[in-house]
RNA sequence: GGGCGUGUGGCUGAGCAGCAAAGGCAACAGACUGUAAAUCUGUCGGGGUAACCCUUCGUAGGUGCAAGUCCUACCGCGCCCA
């Protein structure tokens, strides 16, 4: 892998760049869609691609359980197992260990809140917050990895940084990450720097292990702790990845999380690609680019889709409302995405209140087209240097 | 014609003397950021911010302090016997 800067604005840390791959290059700054079991959800491969995505990620704890890496690889690897001829990341599993762990112990997502906090109280944790030796009640972390239980069929499976990286090499994407703990939101300081040290020493055996041509980002963590996470950017942007993930937990609004964002990239090493995990609502994405983000994965322009939740010109809708049946219209008329040209409110509404897979999968094409032409106008913006 | 059974809020379906009435579905509103499709939360007879008031359990009477709940008649539906 080879990363371009094409130009640096002058009013941002926002850059252009190529990110060039065996499989293609990369605008950036870029969205990736996400990708999880091999596949962007509801969509083929060939329709990912017209909504003018370029790159996805998949993850590595998913394939893991199923159908298994072996798999994967006899197929010729992730590529031509799922047909998609351009480049590919794959997670490392890490953010699982949140995600199975402490995640679902307190119905809590990485990111607390980034301004957009729940006002239902029953919805709030339970807790105060993560201290130091406390465990997730279904996985156990320790300092060699996770011990999980496959969700499958109730296994006991031990990841580490080794397992992530040896997998990750059969699966075959172009870009994959290091493994690390994704700390919950509500750890506290001295839980924080235990785990750092973790996915600081995590970092250098996937570092080690790893013999394949694919490039390894290594990934920051650190929380909301602002010593931390410069502690972690100097640490990580030391070791000899290709790149940077910054992961975890964001603070509390979108402006303390564009700080948080530039604390990194502040200490990461310039000319290296930077990746922001699991951000990227559409009111983000100005931020983050301007924080100095590359590429960023996001479940929402696909999950959301799911639920019924279109974004639009005129703002987020929610298709499934029963107003929409009455709606003889394009689903917006400002775009010019297949879906908008041949189908209308109406129809979308009455399929996704019927719970039709093409309901989802038509606003999934949708969505992932609107936010990659949000992402382009970005990036066009940035040549012309407005941003 | 005779016997047994049944009738509950938009639907379904509990309740069998102290109820504005369980649960489910639907509806309505909200949430979701390194994926969770079919999830989570709230509202859901009417009125008021509220303590509270009003109207409801086929219809009409009756017995009770109190009736969706017991009794009588009628109406509708179901099954069985003639």
């Given at each position: 892998?080879?990363?371009?800067?094409?130009?640096?604005s002058k009013l941002s840390r926002a850059r252009l760049g190529f990110l060039e791959t065996e499989h293609g290059v990369?605008?950036?700054?870029?969205?990736?869609?996400?990708?999880?079991?091999a596949v962007v959800k509801t969509l083929e491969s060939k329709e990912v691609q017209e909504t003018k995505s370029q790159i996805l990620i998949s993850n590595t704890f998913h394939l893991h359980l199923k159908p298994g890496e072996k798999i994967v690889e006899k197929a010729g690897k992730l590529h031509n197992f799922m047909n998609w001829k351009k480049p590919l990341m794959t997670d490392s599993g890490g953010y699982q260990v949140f995600s199975l762990g402490f995640g679902r112990d307190f119905g809590l997502g990485s990111k607390l809140s980034l301004g957009n906090q729940t006002k239902d109280k029953n919805l709030l944790p339970r807790f105060s917050e993560v201290v130091v030796g406390m465990?997730?009640?279904?996985?156990?972390?320790?300092?060699?990895?996770?011990?999980?239980?496959?969700?499958?069929?109730?296994d006991e499976l031990?990841?580490?940084?080794?397992?992530?990286?040896?997998?990750?090499?059969?699966?075959?994407?172009?870009?994959?990450?290091?493994?690390?703990?994704?700390?919950?939101?509500?750890?506290?300081?001295?839980?924080?720097?235990?785990s750092?040290?973790?996915?600081?020493?995590?970092?250098?055996?996937?570092?080690?292990?790893?013999?394949?041509?694919?490039?390894?980002?290594?990934?920051?963590?650190?929380?909301?702790f602002k010593d931390l996470r410069l502690e972690s950017a100097k640490f990580i942007g030391g070791l000899d990845f290709d790149g940077f993930g910054i992961g975890g937990e964001f603070g509390n609004?979108?402006?303390?999380?564009?700080?948080?964002?530039?604390?990194?990239?502040?200490?990461?090493?310039?000319?290296?690609?930077?990746?922001?995990?699991?951000?990227?609502?559409?009111?983000?994405?100005?931020?983050?680019?301007?924080?100095?983000?590359?590429?960023?994965?996001?479940?929402?322009?696909?999950h959301y889709a799911r639920r019924g939740i279109a974004f639009t010109s005129e703002g987020k809708l929610n298709l499934k409302q029963t107003k929409f049946l009455k709606k003889r219209e394009p689903l917006d008329k400002n775009?010019?995405?297949?879906?908008?040209?041949?189908?209308?409110?109406?129809?979308?509404?009455?399929?996704?209140?019927?719970?039709?897979?093409?309901?989802?999968?038509?606003?999934?094409?949708?969505?992932?087209?609107?936010?990659?032409?949000?992402?382009?106008e970005i990036r066009q913006r940035i040549k012309k240097g407005e941003i």
């Open positions: 892998m080879n990363f371009k800067i094409l130009k640096k990369v605008e950036t700054p870029c969205l990736v869609p996400v990708a999880t079991q465990q997730p009640q279904k996985i156990k972390i320790n300092n060699d990895g996770v011990i999980f239980r496959s969700p499958i069929n109730g031990f990841i580490g940084p080794k397992e992530s990286i040896k997998i990750q090499e059969k699966l075959g994407a172009d870009i994959i990450f290091a493994f690390d703990e994704c700390t919950p939101p509500l750890a506290d300081l001295d839980y924080v720097k235990k750092l040290e973790k996915t600081h020493k995590w970092a250098k055996i996937c570092l080690k292990t790893k013999k394949s041509k694919q490039a390894l980002y290594g990934i920051v963590q650190g929380s909301r609004d979108k402006i303390t999380m564009s700080q948080m964002v530039e604390w990194v990239v502040d200490e990461l090493p310039e000319k290296k690609p930077r990746h922001l995990l699991g951000v990227g609502y559409l009111e983000d994405m100005e931020l983050i680019i301007k924080s100095g983000v590359d590429t960023f994965d996001c479940t929402v322009p696909t775009c010019v995405c297949n879906v908008c040209l041949n189908y209308k409110k109406d129809y979308m509404c009455h399929l996704l209140k019927a719970n039709e897979i093409t309901g989802m999968k038509l606003l999934t094409f949708h969505n992932l087209f609107y936010f990659n032409t949000f992402v382009e």
